[in-house]
Nanobody, 123 residues
Framework: QVQLVESGGGLVQAGGSLRLSCAASGLTFSTYVMAWFRQAPGKEREFVAAISWSGGGTRYDDSVKGRFIISRDNAKNTMFLQMNSLKPDDTAVYYC????????????????WGQGTQVTVSS
């Protein structure tokens, strides 16, 4: 059974930093493209960042480019999202997900999801 468990969310002031983690089990982690999505109240779930199976390739949404860094440790079956220079607009529930259907930027491309971790950025 595949399990993805996010952690590291919390309340932070604008300009601050947080580091999210996603611990995976029940799958061969090192063979999957992984990604972070987020969903703010009343909005659709949106793509944040993705990382290739090796970690050598990354993609970011323009809204986080230059502020967020996605990484992974295949030896520990864990993915990370370092979030710097946080803004109130970054407030959302952040989800990690496993890409299984090829569509990198759409939630439809992901079969496995974590339960999410709340990130709140105060102004």
């Amino acid at each position: 059974q595949v399990q993805l468990v996010e952690s590291g969310g919390g309340l932070v002031q604008a300009g601050g930093s947080l580091r999210l983690s996603c611990a995976a089990s029940g799958l061969t982690f090192s063979t999957y493209v992984m990604a972070w999505f987020r969903q703010a109240p009343g909005k659709e779930r949106e793509f944040v960042a993705a990382i290739s199976w090796s970690g050598g390739g990354t993609r970011y949404d323009d809204s986080v480019k230059g502020r967020f860094i996605i990484s992974r440790d295949n030896a520990k079956n864990t993915m990370f999202l370092q979030m710097n220079s946080l803004k109130p607009d970054d407030t959302a529930v952040y989800y990690c997900a496993t890409n299984t259907r090829g569509s990198l930027y759409s939630p439809g491309g992901y079969a496995y999801w974590g339960q999410g971790t709340q990130v709140t950025v105060s102004s």
